[in-house]
């Protein structure tokens, strides 16, 4: 019998603390029975090696990364297939992912050295079931940004070094934007709360049961422009389900592109649920709408998600029936830790736990 395996990607912004999360992740996950694989960082292989992606030999570059993205899907398909015939559950998890390569080139180079390998950026995001990116030490965690940890860090511990840091950090999401479960986990005043945010949505990646937690939220009205920010289109609707479970169908549109995601959510007790997801085609989304609750309209809103002082928003406009209304949504803030509201934000009134202003009810025919 083929073993059951979930295959993370640990990516984020130089600094962002994956060393550290990898080890607590080996630890956590095999004190419950997982065989956990950790795939190792393949451009650090080949920098050690003695290749320098800054080099002005543009073939040598070219070849590079290409031969670095190649290498990654050859070991990432190696370990599945230890996963496969392993006894027990498979836990593996990556140490950065194929889509972190295109972070550090051009587009049109990297759709060139995709096509050159078959394949595209869709098909390599689709690889994975979860995608966690820890925000850079770079961005709102300065006092503990060092290149100590990395010799070969080319983002050095100055102003400019700094800077370079956050754009990657913003790179590398961008990158992964797309994937169902793509978690940007925030810097904290306790870098425990991150590393414990990690193993929490892994957790959810596995299916294990996980305390109910709210996430901030915020009526507010945007006063000022927006920081490099990534907009998506969200239609959001909801289906006919057994009572204690909540299914959601989303199709979320950016750039052009379009992913669209089934996702569940049942409640076991008043402090426990289980969340799952998944991705489904264009076609099964199109059958899937069929079994629309008929009590609950269609949910329709421009998302734009940013990074501040290194905590990670999402600020949704609702338009239609809920024209009018936007929500700030913190993501991975603790109860204890301030919130860093940036000045473009005016906050009118927190709804954090006001049912009246969860999308499931929001959904609810007048």
């Not at 065989?35 to 080099?55: C, D, H, I, R």
């Not at 915020?218 to 969200?234: A, H, K, N």
């Not at 899937?288 to 999402?314: N, V």
Request: aromatic content about 10%.
């Amino acid at each position: 019998m083929m073993s059951e395996y979930k295959k993370i990607v640990l990516t984020g912004g130089p600094c962002a603390g994956k060393t550290t999360a990898l080890v607590r992740i080996i630890e956590y996950f095999s004190s419950f029975g997982y065989k956990v694989f950790a795939v190792p960082e393949v451009p650090t292989l080949y920098s050690q090696g003695g290749w320098n992606y800054l080099t002005p030999n543009r073939q040598l570059y070219y070849e590079g990364e290409r031969c670095i993205l190649a290498t990654q899907l050859a070991l990432e398909d190696s370990f599945e297939q230890l996963a496969k015939v392993c006894k027990k559950p498979v836990l593996i998890v990556c140490d950065r992912g194929a889509l972190d390569i295109s972070a550090y080139m051009k587009q049109d180079e990297w759709d060139e050295i995709t096509s050159s390998i078959g394949t595209h950026s869709n098909e390599l995001r689709e690889r994975y079931d979860a995608v966690l990116h820890l925000v850079s030490a770079a961005n709102g965690a300065e006092q503990y940004y060092t290149t100590a940890t990395n010799a070969i860090r080319y983002e050095k511990a100055d102003e400019e070094g700094l800077r370079i840091a956050r754009e990657l950090d913003k790179k590398v999401i961008r990158a992964w934007t797309g994937h169902p479960h793509l978690r940007v986990i925030n810097n904290h005043d306790d870098f425990d709360r991150k590393m414990n945010r990690v193993l929490k949505e892994i957790s959810n990646v596995l299916g294990l049961p996980q305390p109910i937690q709210e996430e901030r939220k915020y009526l507010v009205e945007l006063t000022g422009e927006l920081p490099d920010c990534i907009e998506s289109d969200i239609v959001q609707t909801y289906l006919v389900s057994e009572p204690g479970t909540e299914v959601r169908l989303r199709r979320r549109s950016w750039n052009g592109k379009v992913v669209n995601v089934h996702k569940t959510k049942k409640r076991l007790s008043e402090t426990e649920q289980i969340e799952t997801e998944r991705q489904v085609t264009n076609a099964l989304y199109e059958s899937l709408l069929q079994q629309a609750d008929p009590y609950r309209s269609t949910i329709h809103k421009i998302r734009q998600s940013f990074i501040w002082k290194g905590q990670y928003f999402e600020l949704d406009t609702y338009l239609g029936v809920l024209s009018g209304l936007v929500i700030l949504e913190t993501k991975g803030i603790a109860d204890v830790e301030d919130v860093n509201f940036p000045p473009f934000i005016n906050v009118k009134e927190e709804v954090t736990g006001n049912y009246q202003y969860y999308n499931y009810n929001l959904a609810l025919r007048k």
